[in-house]
């Protein structure tokens, strides 16, 4: 490898490394606007909000912000933004509530919550059944898995036939299940494992992949899809949406009547048009939901 090379690669890394800022610090960012248009309080609504969380008027949000266009550091270093934060904003603000978001590690978040260390977690959690037995969730969107690679695919990597192969991932996400049934199936046929790199943040996978470390990576639809646009012409997608299943906030299990008060929060939204908008300006309008519910039937 050349100098030239070998720079030209450390800078490209160095780009999508800048899509969003490593999750795991403290630092927090208070937002009172709602990111969807002006809000009305539904007081009604505002009354069903816990006495803890409305005696300050604001909300503690625990949140990865390694997940462009979900949820992301702004060029400012410390801002979390992204179609996540845009939509609960406004959720918030038809509860009458600012919003104070926190930076944590994914893998963290539902214990914070169930901890008392965070009011409500928002971080592109995929409603599963064994989420729903630890909080309760409200559903807000729809995503899948999709996978990507290094333009033209040098490795010659499908995701039906990445045995041998080293791929990237989020750890403790639903991926990192799919890749362990996929190695799996490689060395019950007697063909060569996966090699599943986990790492803390999404930008992190990614940047594994521009670097040639990994063959390729898999991570939500919207967030792949992102990650793909902004290396510009560095990574393709690889193969199609698969596994689509809702997104949901997460709630303490004892709080039964907030959670079915962001649900209908999010309802309104969906109604006035709000919802829509604030999917559109990140380009995710796919994902659009018509009904939120909370701890929706799934597998």
């Not at 792949?224 to 299943?245: H, R, T």
């Not at 939204?269 to 990140?282: E, H, N, P, R």
Request: hydrophobic share 40%.
């Amino acid at each position: 490898m050349t100098r030239h090379t070998t720079i030209a690669l450390a800078t490209a890394t160095a780009a999508v490394l800048a899509l969003s800022a490593c999750g795991g610090g403290s630092s927090s960012t208070t937002n009172d606007k709602p990111g969807a248009g002006k809000q009305q309080v539904d007081k009604a609504l505002a009354a069903k909000v816990p006495a803890a969380i409305k005696s300050d008027g604001t909300i503690t949000i625990g949140v990865d912000s390694t997940y462009a266009p979900s949820e992301f550091v702004d060029t400012d270093g410390k801002t979390v933004i992204g179609f996540d934060v845009d939509l609960f904003n406004a959720v918030a603000a038809k509860l009458g509530l600012k919003t104070k978001w926190v930076k944590a590690p994914f893998d963290s978040i539902i214990i914070g919550v169930n901890s008392g260390k965070y009011e409500i977690g928002v971080s592109s959690f995929t409603i599963r059944s064994d989420r729903e037995k630890q909080a309760n969730m409200i559903s807000y969107f729809n995503a899948g898995t999709q996978w990507a690679t290094k333009k033209g695919d040098p490795t010659k990597i499908t995701p039906n036939n990445a045995c041998g192969h080293k791929v990237a991932v989020q750890k403790a996400t639903v991926q990192v299940d799919d890749l362990t049934a996929r190695s799996k199936k490689c060395t019950d046929a007697g063909k060569s494992a996966l090699t599943i790199d986990q790492y803390t943040g999404q930008d992190e996978a990614t940047a594994a992949v521009v670097s040639g470390k990994d063959d390729a990576m898999l991570a939500d639809s919207p967030v792949c899809a992102y990650a793909v646009k902004q290396a510009k012409g560095q990574l393709e997608l690889l193969g199609n949406i698969y596994d689509s299943a809702p997104y949901g906030y997460v709630v303490s299990k004892k709080q039964t009547a907030f959670a079915d008060a962001i649900s209908k929060a999010v309802q309104e939204l969906i109604g006035s048009g709000d919802y829509q908008k604030a999917l559109a300006k990140w380009g995710v309008t796919k994902g659009a939901i018509t009904q939120s519910e909370v701890n929706p039937s799934v597998g």
